[in-house]
């Protein structure tokens, strides 16, 4: 790999897509329809809330190719620097490659210009890149991702939502993408308060994925014999952290021994007796 | 058509190399040593344009001479690496392929080019330990040097490298090792404060990116001299500083 030097009208700047681009290492867009019968791996619900120091990012870890569940322990949450994070759902293949082209992005522009975006300007990079991918999402193939982070600017959380189009919509509370979003989100939305704590904020992700998993068969709920459950990370002014896993485990017992029904046998709904 | 006059090529390059000479003594000298914590680089910049930058997770780059020049190289050399680490893995970006590939760009503009880049620059990657840490000083002909736990670039490279030889040993903690730099760049006249340095440290403990800039309070308090100095207020009222400023002007616009 030789070192890439330009003249300056034809420099790329900070962006590394156009220095990808410039490169011949950009990956090809698709010009034709996919055959229906080729089966594509999808990731399923994100959601990211506003907390008292910041924002909360949670994802299941199942993704499935049509009916089979082609992986338990995918991750859908990751940082996109240090202040930032994004959730994906959609087409698995596609979006970790976003993720990681736009993990890139935001770190090649800080390293070029020796200073990091903005947090706008982060979410509307993020918006780019879907837009851009809005030939392949006409395909099958879309990505559809959470951006959520910590504005060192103005002291708080942000949240960003957005469409296969690229639109960009900034959500003040919560957000909730993917096909479980629905239940998802509505658990979010019944308990959101304003100045939730770390704690409450988490329980709450974790009983919005329980919820999204038990009405969307392609969510996966908390795995409790493989000890697989959800990621979650919180982004505070400290940065971007994971939460671990054994925290998420107590938690979830927490909340499935909350809603076990003493002495029930079988489902609740539509109960042939 | 009036034919040139015949140059041996002995004189056209001993030219070039003085030329690039002139150049680079012009400017500041810049220091990096291996310590404890992992290597430490620290240039005399009262400037806030950065001679001191990060290239990747760990490895960091340092120019002196011409801003201009110096600094497209670390861009390319941001690029470079971003590149690679994107189309191999991160764990794949490595000195030593990026400090042979800016001896190539530097050799090559030295015979071929009109003007040699004014600009020697130094390529570090902190490893685990201190004997893994790389220092490659490239000179502006693409000569590499392979530098084991201290370099100097720029002017007056020598009699600073004495002193920093002299000063530096093993397990040197972050205190020591930018005080063993700051005596060094100062020499016996002056004595450096904070304001009139750029430190960054390639820090071997750091779980991904291992660049981290040491500036404002949390340089202050590691430069003893800088705290008494600063809330006084007067650059002026130090006798010491005032000489470094007036070196400022004879310096002229290509110090960077």
């Keep these: ?273 | 058509m009036s034919m040139p006059f015949y140059v041996a090529p002995e004189q056209v390059m001993k030219d070039r190399a003085d030329y690039a000479r002139k150049g680079i003594a012009r400017g500041r000298s810049l220091v990096a040593l291996v310590c404890e914590p992992g290597i430490l680089i620290c240039a005399e910049n009262p400037q806030r344009l950065r001679k001191v930058s990060e290239i990747h997770d760990r490895i960091a780059f340092a120019g002196v001479g011409k801003y201009n020049e110096f600094d497209q190289l670390r861009i390319a050399g941001v690029r470079h690496a971003d590149l690679k680490g994107y189309a191999y893995s991160r764990e794949d970006v490595d000195a030593r392929s990026l400090a042979n590939q800016y001896a190539q760009i530097l050799g090559q503009i030295f015979t071929h080019e009109m003007k040699p880049m004014e600009v020697e620059i130094l390529v570090a990657e902190v490893g685990g330990d201190p004997d893994a840490d790389l220092l490659y000083r490239i000179l502006y002909d693409g000569t590499v040097v392979d530098e084991t736990s201290v370099t100097v670039l720029g002017g007056e490279a020598d009699t600073i490298l004495t002193r920093l030889e002299g000063a530096w040993h093993t397990g040197l903690s972050l205190a020591e090792a930018l005080d063993v730099a700051r005596r060094a760049l100062s020499g016996p006249d002056r004595d450096l404060a904070a304001d009139q340095l750029e430190v960054a440290l390639l820090d071997r403990n750091a779980e991904h990116r291992a660049f981290r800039r040491i500036e404002g309070a949390q340089l202050a308090e590691l430069v003893p001299d800088a705290t008494i100095a600063d809330p006084d207020g007067g650059a002026a009222a130090d006798p010491d500083t005032d000489t470094s400023a007036s070196d400022d002007r004879t310096d002229g616009p290509p110090a960077g």
Aim: aromatic residues 6%; without cysteine.
């Design chain 1, 1 to 273: 790999m030789n070192l890439p030097i330009f003249e300056p009208s034809d420099d790329p700047g900070p962006s590394f897509t156009s220095l990808l681009h410039r490169s011949g290492l950009e990956p090809p867009t698709l010009s034709s329809p996919l055959d229906g019968s080729l089966p594509i791996t999808h990731g399923t619900t994100v959601v990211a809330i506003r907390y008292a120091d910041g924002a909360i990012m949670a994802g299941d870890r199942r993704a499935t190719s049509g009916h089979l569940i082609s992986h338990r322990t995918i991750e859908k949450v990751f940082p996109a620097d240090r202040h930032s994070g994004v959730a994906i759902a959609g087409a698995a293949g596609p979006a970790v490659e976003m993720v990681k082209l736009f993990q890139l992005q935001l770190e090649h522009y800080e390293k070029v210009e020796g200073a990091s975006l903005s947090l706008e300007g982060k979410a509307n990079q993020l918006g780019q890149m879907v837009r851009n991918h809005l030939p392949a999402a006409m395909q099958g193939l879309a990505v559809v991702p959470l951006f959520a982070g910590y504005d060192t600017r103005r002291a708080t959380g942000r949240l960003f939502q957005y469409d296969v189009t690229g639109g960009r919509y900034e959500e003040q509370n919560h957000a909730a993408t993917g096909s479980g979003s629905l239940h998802a989100g509505t658990v979010v939305k019944l308990g959101w308060r304003d100045g939730l704590d770390r704690e409450d904020a988490i329980d709450l992700a974790i009983s919005a994925l329980f919820q999204a998993a038990d009405e969307d068969s392609a969510t996966g709920g908390p795995d409790l014999v493989r000890g697989i459950f959800p990621t979650i990370a919180t982004i505070t002014g400290d940065g971007f952290t994971r939460v671990g896993n054994d925290e998420v485990a107590d938690r979830f017992r927490t909340l499935i021994a909350d809603l076990s029904v003493p002495g029930a046998s079988g489902g609740t709904e539509g109960s042939a007796s």
